[in-house]
């Protein structure tokens, strides 16, 4: 199975959380929200180097606060301007040894041991594994002429944890920026690898606002 490396990033302010606490500190169940993230993962991989990416500004104020919390072992390191900047940070952070290596928003606190556990095995056997969900909303592509219909079953919703072989993604991140990359798999696409696709969970979303919270506090509660 060889040794896994895990970059959570952590970036971001908690403006639509409209907290002056980074929404990644906010509690959810009694811990962090990013806590709970290094934790699950911790669990699902024992052994595995986590690597959390955090704003230069944020690193203190997240040393103080997981010193009071159960937290599994983990390196903190300064993130970029963008979040590709972050991630590549993230590896760069990671020993040499690691043969896959999970990248992981880390607000998506609700990602469980099961989903993470599933992708360690499928990048077994292939290069770039990422999980996607059903898309149950009707989309309209705006047009010059108008609007149009987009079919449903073309598209999917991508989530993280994004696993890939380590190899893969050192290289992939030793491109230059583009804005046009999203995600980390847009990153290695670019170098012609092909991206599989797991199935996702509906829960394992981003907390990004109050109501996210409050779902996610109700869902752990049951």
């Not at 990248?103 to 099961?114: I, M, N, P, Y």
């Amino acid at each position: 199975m060889g040794k896994r490396g895990v970059v959570i990033v952590a970036g971001g302010s908690g403006k639509r959380m409209q907290s002056s606490l980074p929404k990644q500190f906010m509690l959810l169940g009694g811990e962090p929200v990013v806590a709970r993230t290094i934790n699950t993962f911790a669990e699902a991989l024992p052994g595995a180097e986590i690597v959390v990416v955090l704003p230069e500004e944020h690193i203190a104020m997240w040393k103080n606060l997981a010193a009071r919390f159960d937290v599994a072992v983990h390196k903190c390191v300064a993130g970029g301007s963008e979040r590709f900047h972050s991630v590549k940070a993230g590896i760069e952070a990671l020993c040499e040894n690691a043969t896959s290596i999970f990248v992981h928003d880390g607000v998506r606190a609700l990602v469980t041991k099961k989903l993470i556990i599933r992708a360690a095995l499928a990048v077994e056997q292939h290069e770039a594994v990422i999980p996607v969900i059903d898309v149950v909303d009707s989309y309209r592509r705006v047009t010059a002429e108008g609007s149009e219909i987009v079919p449903r079953s073309e598209l999917r919703i991508v989530q993280t944890p994004q696993v890939f072989d380590s190899k893969t993604l050192r290289e992939a991140y030793e491109q230059e920026f583009d804005a046009s990359f999203t995600d980390d798999a847009s990153v290695v696409e670019r170098l012609g690898i092909a991206i599989t696709l797991i199935e996702g969970e509906r829960s394992n979303i981003k907390l990004t606002t109050p109501e996210d919270m409050e779902w996610a506090e109700s869902l752990l509660s049951k």
